[in-house]
T-cell receptor, first 113, second 111 residues
Framework: SQTIHQWPATLVQPVGSPLSLECTVE??????LYWYRQAAGRGLQLLFY??????ISSEVPQNLSASRPQDRQFILSSKKLLLSDSGFYLC????????????FGDGTRLSIL | SQQGEEDPQALSIQEGENATMNCSYK?????LQWYRQNSGRGLVHLIL?????REKHSGRLRVTLDTSKKSSSLLITASRAADTASYFC???????????FGTGTLLAVQP
């Protein structure tokens, strides 16, 4: 069966520090991969998605970037964190075929001080 | 940007009662999906209904879709305390399976 791992679960970082959040998927090949951010009490905002290695699409301009160095690895990064980067970050995957659900990791709670 | 708007924003009911949540969206879709999120956790997929379907069932869940009104509803029958969670609708389309999520309904089921 497929599983998705996301870490760390919580992270406290100072303003201006770098960020690296990692997400890996097991049990499937060539998945679509997604990064979302969720503000407190709100819906999910799609940040990035990827349909293959090295293929990244950005949905909103921001202080973050994403990379996909391997088929089942998706990384969210920042060179210098801002206070506004605080939030709950969720990684998800879906099969490559159309009309498929997404499957989510347990998220990373990021607090910027 | 948010595609869907859920209504109500919050709902409190007693165990055993039915819970109905509504979702409205703006653009044409390939499918509409419902997800549940327990506090502090990731989202769990509940049900997917395609644009050419009008109703779908899964256990105690019933989803309807009215593409002419650009709306969907999620009915949870005989609710349980364990159903307490936030529920989100999301519209999907295209080969990338990208989703646009609504703002969610916070459901509290009192034992």
């Amino acid at each position: 069966s497929q599983t998705i791992h996301q870490w760390p679960a919580t992270l406290v970082q100072p303003v201006g520090s770098p960020l690296s959040l990692e997400c890996t998927v097991e049990g499937t090949s060539n998945p679509n991969l997604y990064w979302y951010r969720q503000a407190a009490g709100r819906g999910l905002q799609l940040l990035f998605y990827s349909v293959g290695i090295g293929q990244i699409s950005s949905e909103v301009p921001q202080n973050l970037s994403a990379s996909r160095p391997q088929d089942r690895q998706f990384i969210l990064s920042s060179k210098k964190l801002l206070l506004s980067d605080s939030g709950f970050y969720l990684c998800a995957w879906s099969p490559l075929t159309n009309n498929q659900p997404q499957h989510f990791g347990d998220g990373t709670r990021l607090s910027i001080l | 940007s948010q595609q869907g708007e859920e209504d109500p924003q919050a709902l409190s009911i007693q165990e055993g009662e039915n819970a109905t949540m509504n979702c409205s969206y703006k653009t044409s879709i390939n499918n509409l999906q419902w997800y549940r999120q327990n506090s502090g956790r990731g989202l769990v997929h509940l049900i997917l209904i395609r644009s050419n379907e009008r109703e779908k069932h899964s256990g105690r869940l019933r989803v309807t879709l009215d593409t002419s009104k650009k709306s969907s509803s999620l009915l949870i029958t005989a609710s349980r305390a364990a159903d307490t969670a936030s529920y989100f609708c999301a519209t999907g389309g295209g080969a990338t399976n990208k989703l646009i999520f609504g703002t969610g309904t916070l459901l509290a089921v009192q034992p």
